[in-house]
Every structure is written in C-alpha cells, then in structure tokens.
C-alpha cells in the first residue's frame, strides 16, 4: 500500500494581537542574507517567477516592484558600493568606482534582499523566495563556516504607548536565552553570528514587576545600556520613530532609520538548504508577542528571573516551560 507523503510545509504562527492601533492588519518585514548570484541576477530570477517592474538603482542594487509578493529589493550589503544612497546622491567618478569594486567584492560580500511590509497573515508565501534563490545557487550559513548569514524580521509594533514596548522588552530579555540557544546550538556559530545579548544588568532592571516606565525614561535607559545596534533585539529605529532628538543626542552619527518597527536579528540564513524555511524563527517571535500579550505570566516570569541563582543556559530550561505552557 502506497503511504502518504508527508508534508515539509511549517505553518507560520499567529501572535494575539493581529491588528494595529488604527485597526489595519499588522505588518511584518523580512530581510535575507546570501552570497552567490550577483544582486542582478539574483532580482531577475525573483522577477522571472514573481513578475513585477525591476528599477535598477545602481550596478549592484535593484527594486522589484509589484511582484505577487509586493514589493522587495536585493542589494550587496555595502553602503560604500552604493554612494547614490548618501544625502543628495552622487555622480560622476565615485558611482563608477563603486560598481567597478562591487564586481570584485561580490565575492566577498553578501546580497541583502529586504521585503516590503508583509501583511502578518500572508508570511508563508515569503518562503517562495527561498526556493527562487536556491535554484540560482544561492549559498547561506551552511556554507560559510567562518560566516553567520542574517535572517532579521522587522514586525511592526501593535500599539506605539509605552506599556506595549516595554511589555515587548520584558518579554524579549526573558526568552532571549532560550531564543539564542534554539537558534544557535551550535558555539562556533554562536559566536561568530550573533548579536551581544543585552547587559544582565539591564535585564535584571527591566524585568522588575515595578518597570513600566513612560518613553522618555525607557529610551534613556535603553540608551544608557545599549548605545549600540549590537543586540538581537535592535530598539534603535523604533525608539528613533518615538523620539529622534532624544536618539540622536547619544548617537549622533548611528546609522538608524526610524519607523515603528522592532528590528530582530537571527545570525541563520540556510539559503541553499531546501528544507529551510522562515517559520521556526517566526514562531519563535510569536512566542514574545504571546508572552508579552500576558501580563499576569509576564510578571510572574520577571519574578521568576530575579529570584533565579543560576546561569543562562540553565535559565532557558526553566523559560522554555513557559514557553511550552
């Protein structure tokens, strides 16, 4: 008897709350690093499959508009190969440079493809992508072993008050070591991809059951302990949108972009993998926005944290049971 086969499709998770403050669907962007086929190649293929208008807006970046998952742009992740990015724009000499080196450093520097906005509701059919750019032989984590390809997911914040961000952060800190070790088992890759985890004195400051402070005094002190992009969790262009004068006091020259956006940072991108897909790490956020969703939870899980004398990798064994909860 024939047996059925099985199913390689991971159904993406929805968090609780699905709509924004204004009522509209939330929204979630994704941005993919690989190496491989050149960003030209890479978009035409991405446009082969999906249709849409391709804008090329130098040698090595180009945006693909309307295809049939929205809009997306692949580019060499290098702002020095891009100079028409800078204020005003170039011309003449510089721009010829740039794509000139960005043939050679094609090789050594990954593509970045980014997606418009996803409607929360449609992320599955973001994982079309993954298939497109296996079949140009695009190459990921797995075959760089001195190098962590990024998959970073940009959900948009359901609220923009000040409980809603810090019931995320609360969230986020307590789950983290969990978080990191399901993504990153392995210590090589640990330590090669990943972020900085946030100071355990921060954690320790932020997961208090009294910690619900209003946004001015939550940007200064995530300013005062994180003055940097460096973590999994990246608050520096949501905390941007809130209150740029108050970001840019500290970090004046930051590379930051503001929108109501949390910026998370995973080091895994297993591009050439054909059963690798977004939803795990997707999932695993889901879990976040349930955990900060639950108040009563959320504060017994701070309690929790305080009250713990061991070491992190012992912590996430205890976190993943409320996770599983």
């Not at 724009?89 to 440079?97: A, E, N, T």
């Not at 043939?103 to 992320?123: G, K, M, N, S, W």
């Not at 993504?183 to 910690?211: E, H, M, N």
């Amino acid at each position: 008897m024939a047996h059925p086969a099985l199913s390689t499709s991971i159904d993406f998770v929805l968090p609780p709350l699905l709509h924004n403050e204004h009522g509209a669907l939330r929204t979630v962007g994704v941005e993919i690093e690989f190496v491989g086929p050149s960003a030209e190649q890479a978009v035409q293929a991405l446009q082969e499959a999906l249709g849409g208008r391709l804008i090329e807006v130098d040698p090595h970046a180009f945006v693909l508009k309307e295809s049939a998952i929205g809009d997306l742009s692949v580019e060499l992740d290098s702002r020095i190969l891009h100079p028409g990015k800078g204020a005003g724009g170039s011309r003449g000499v510089l721009p010829k440079i740039a794509a000139l080196f960005g043939f050679v450093a094609r090789y050594l520097v990954p593509c970045e493809l980014v997606t418009a906005p996803t409607p929360i509701d449609r992320l599955q059919e973001l994982d079309r992508i993954l298939d497109i750019l296996r079949k140009v032989g695009a190459k990921g984590t797995q075959d760089a072993p001195f190098y962590a390809f990024g998959l970073h997911f940009n959900p948009e914040i359901p609220r923009q008050d000040a409980e809603t961000l810090t019931a995320f952060m609360k969230s986020f800190v307590l789950l983290n070591p969990w978080l990191r070790r399901e993504v990153s088992p392995d210590r090589t890759r640990d330590l090669l991809g990943f972020a900085d985890p946030f100071p355990t004195d921060y954690v320790r400051k932020i997961a208090a059951a009294d910690y619900w402070p209003d946004i001015p005094r939550f940007i200064d002190d995530y300013l005062s302990a994180n003055p940097t992009r460096n973590r999994d969790l990246d608050l520096l262009p949501l905390l941007h949108h809130f209150d740029a004068a108050r970001v840019r006091k500290v970090l004046p020259n930051e590379k930051i972009n503001g929108r109501p956006t949390f910026h998370y940072r995973l080091p895994d991108a297993r591009v050439s993998d054909p059963g690798w897909s977004i939803a795990p790490d997707w999932n695993r956020w889901a879990c976040v926005e349930r955990l900060a969703a639950d108040r009563e939870k959320l504060d017994a899980a701070g309690a929790a944290y305080l009250d713990f004398k061991g070491e992190d990798k012992s912590w996430a064994n205890v976190v993943e049971q409320v996770v599983r909860a």
